[in-house]
């Protein structure tokens, strides 16, 4: 629907947070691997920026 107010944010990418704060050892976020850099700036990131995070760089810290 184009005048559906939704779908302004249907390519806004979500946050990969999952409400478990806490560091890791590597100064990573336990539950979405964010560093806190990442996180204090992900506000304003751009999208691509947050995509980019989202399917390539924290899938790749989770793995390891």
Same mark, same amino acid.
């Given at each position: 629907?184009?005048?559906?107010?939704?779908?302004?944010?249907?390519?806004?990418?979500?946050?990969? +947070?999952? =409400?478990?704060? &806490?560091?890791? /050892?590597?100064?990573? +976020?336990? =539950?979405?691997? &964010?560093?806190? /850099?990442?996180?204090?700036?992900? =506000?304003?990131?751009?999208?691509?920026?947050?995509?980019?995070?989202?399917?390539?760089?924290?899938?790749?810290?989770?793995?390891?």
């Amino acid at each position: 629907m184009p005048n559906d107010p939704r779908a302004s944010f249907s390519n806004t990418p979500l946050t990969p +947070c999952t =409400g478990v704060c &806490r560091l890791d /050892g590597r100064g990573y +976020c336990l =539950g979405c691997q &964010r560093s806190m /850099g990442e996180i204090a700036r992900w =506000g304003s990131m751009p999208d691509t920026e947050r995509l980019y995070l989202m399917r390539v760089v924290l899938p790749t810290r989770k793995a390891s």
